[in-house]
């Protein structure tokens, strides 16, 4: 990754500028064009180093539930599931673990049964039942900013 990407991915989540033209507040900040900005980005998101660029909001003020799940998913089968677990408009996260239950997310919707209804759905469409379902009861916000870093190769 070549240190434009590195410094405009650092960037954007250090604070995405909220100004009508953000990718020139950006670009001032780098020291490059805001057309190199909105190509960078471009390039991020058709590589798949960014999938979104958006606010973060407390969904349960705003009157929405959330939760996480685990599902216990074949290794052939990780790809597959993924994508249609993704599919999701609802899904904000969706990682590996290495335990049995060896892939997590969390899915937020407007009410507690339209998650279960989407867990019913992945339970039919991929014929895999064990899924534990795991409301939140207490939230916990951290700030994470996963620092971009060059790789270095010995």
């Avoid at 909105?38 to 973060?56: M, S, T």
């Avoid at 892939?103 to 991929?126: D, L, Q």
Wanted: aromatic share 12%; proline share 3%; with cysteine.
């Amino acid at each position: 990754m070549n240190r434009e990407y590195i410094e405009l991915l650092n960037s954007i989540q250090e604070g995405f500028p909220l100004e009508s033209r953000p990718y020139l507040a950006l670009a001032k900040k780098l020291n490059i064009t805001e057309e190199e900005v909105i190509k960078y980005i471009k390039e991020l998101k058709e590589g798949g180093e960014i999938r979104r660029i958006g606010g973060v909001f407390n969904s349960k003020k705003m009157g929405f539930n959330s939760t996480l799940c685990a599902i216990k998913v074949p290794k052939e089968r990780i790809e597959e599931v993924s994508e249609f677990i993704n599919s999701y408009g609802g899904v904000t996260h969706n990682y590996l673990r290495n335990h049995s239950y060896n892939m997590w997310f969390t899915v937020i919707a407007s009410t507690e049964e339209e998650i279960k209804r989407f867990i019913n759905e992945i339970k039919y469409k991929t014929g895999i039942e064990d899924i534990l379902y795991l409301p939140s009861t207490k939230m916990f916000k951290i700030k994470v900013d996963f620092q971009v870093k060059e790789k270095i190769y010995v």
